[in-house]
């Protein structure tokens, strides 16, 4: 004879399947979206570096080895060519790790070791808090223009968004030291 199934011992398997179909469907989504989401953040970056060096010809990728705690923070570095074979300064992608969680900016710094600019390329932090502190009209970002390394600590921090302003400080302090060993080694 053959036992009959309640209900409650059918749900754990109805969920089963709706949580592989969801799954799937995210799956399907993300591949879809994959090569879009990346060519944006790419033509974003490319659009706030050359903000941040409006007079540079271009833009090279720097093969810089960097410390195991330094590639926690700085993913990429790129040379902003002037005239000739001048450079004119670094800017670096900088990942720090905020309240919502990661803040991704790009950090230009000249040759004299001071900061051309701070752009914004991507975060997950508090619409009302901690991304009003990042915004690049009158926030956080702004603060940092004219800074060198001496001078992060000094730069005030958004009043309640403690952890967003302390996250972009220690990530704009680790990408002003890699630009001072870049500079002290030539590149």
Do not use: W
Not at 37 to 45: C, D, P, T
Not at 68 to 91: F, N
Not at 163 to 181: H, N, P, Y
């Amino acid at each position: 004879m053959l036992k009959q199934t309640s209900k409650s011992e059918m749900l754990p398997l109805k969920l089963t399947i709706i949580v592989s179909a969801v799954v799937l469907m995210l799956a399907i989504v993300n591949e879809l979206t994959f090569e879009t989401i990346a060519s944006n953040l790419a033509a974003k970056s490319n659009s706030a570096r050359q903000e941040l060096f409006v007079d540079s010809n271009g833009f090279s990728p720097v093969n810089f080895e960097l410390t195991a705690d330094e590639a926690k923070t700085v993913s990429e570095i790129y040379s902003a060519a002037g005239e000739g074979e001048d450079i004119l300064g670094y800017c670096m992608n900088v990942v720090c790790k905020g309240f919502g969680g990661d803040i991704v900016l790009i950090v230009g710094v000249d040759l004299d070791g001071s900061i051309t600019g701070v752009r914004l390329i991507s975060h997950a932090e508090t619409p009302s808090i901690g991304a009003s502190a990042l915004t690049e009209d009158g926030g956080l970002l702004t603060r940092f223009s004219g800074v060198t390394a001496s001078g992060v600590e000094n730069v005030e921090s958004v009043s309640g968004a403690t952890i967003t302003s302390s996250a972009v400080k220690e990530g704009i302090a680790k990408a002003l030291a890699v630009a001072q060993r870049l500079l002290k080694e030539g590149y």
